[in-house]
């Protein structure tokens, strides 16, 4: 079944405390991004990768990073989270073509909460 | 900056009542609309995609048509399953923003049955 699976679906964590969110996608698309939502604020973009070792900053990259190593990984890393990191993230990826990129595919989304 | 603008926030219906979810956008040359429904608890789901004003899709109950300043997502007697939360997003053509996709707040939908 073509998927993007995040992992894990719920994360409850202190201020500080690196963690890392997973995403894998197994539809062999070239680009994958990150987003989180916020009540108010809808879907914003957090950084996004066109292929292999390609990534560049959306909307919101402050405090965040990410690495594309393989087509199918798109890990989102929070190197010292921060109660303003509370949010609903979400991983997408698709086909790119020629006018731009196909429809995404969303994971079905991960809920973090810092205290 | 690419902008997107959906209204209402909120739409509340009988079932049966036909109706319409609107989105306004402004980008810098517009190389895709793309419409999604996105239930509670879940990612969003892609309904259509739109390249140029004059163009419409349907599927089932739902009917997307574009202009070069908004879009409109059209609901025919729709069902109680039809409740969702509706996403608008643009893609524009400039060249820092080929990755980027601009979300709209979204409208969530009731039905009522």
């Known amino acids: 079944e073509a998927q993007v699976t995040q992992n894990p679906r719920y994360l409850i964590t202190v201020t500080g405390k690196k963690l890392t969110v997973t995403c894998s996608q197994n539809?062999?698309?070239?680009?994958m991004s990150w987003y989180r939502q916020d009540p108010g604020l809808g879907l914003r973009q957090i950084y996004y990768?066109?292929?292999?070792?390609?990534?560049d900053k959306g909307d919101v990259p402050e405090g965040y990073k990410v690495s594309r190593k393989e087509k199918r990984n798109f890990p989102l890393i929070l190197e010292s989270p921060s109660p303003n990191q509370t949010s609903l993230y979400f991983c997408?990826?698709?086909?790119?073509?020629?006018?731009?990129?196909?429809?995404?595919?969303f994971g079905n989304g991960t809920r973090l909460t810092v205290t | 900056e690419d902008q997107v603008t959906q209204s209402p926030e909120a739409l509340r219906l009988q079932e049966g009542e036909s109706s319409s979810l609107n989105c306004s956008y402004t980008?810098?040359?517009?190389?895709?609309l793309f419409w999604y429904r996105q239930d509670p608890g879940k990612g969003p789901e892609f309904l259509f995609t739109?390249?140029?004003a004059g163009e419409e899709k349907e599927k089932e109950r739902l009917k997307a048509t574009l202009t070069k300043k908004e879009s409109f997502l059209h609901i025919t007697a729709p069902k109680p399953e039809d409740s969702a939360t509706y996403l608008c997003?643009?893609?524009?053509?400039?060249?820092?923003?080929?990755?980027?996709?601009?979300f709209g707040q979204g409208t969530i939908l009731t039905v009522h049955p």
């Open positions: 997408a990826s698709s086909y790119r073509d020629r006018g731009g990129n196909s429809p995404l595919h």
């Open positions: 539809m062999n698309h070239e680009y």
């Open positions: 990768s066109m292929n292999v070792e390609a990534t």
């Open positions: 980008v810098s040359g517009l190389r895709g």
């Open positions: 739109l390249y140029s």
């Open positions: 997003a643009v893609q524009g053509a400039g060249g820092t923003s080929y990755g980027k996709l601009t």
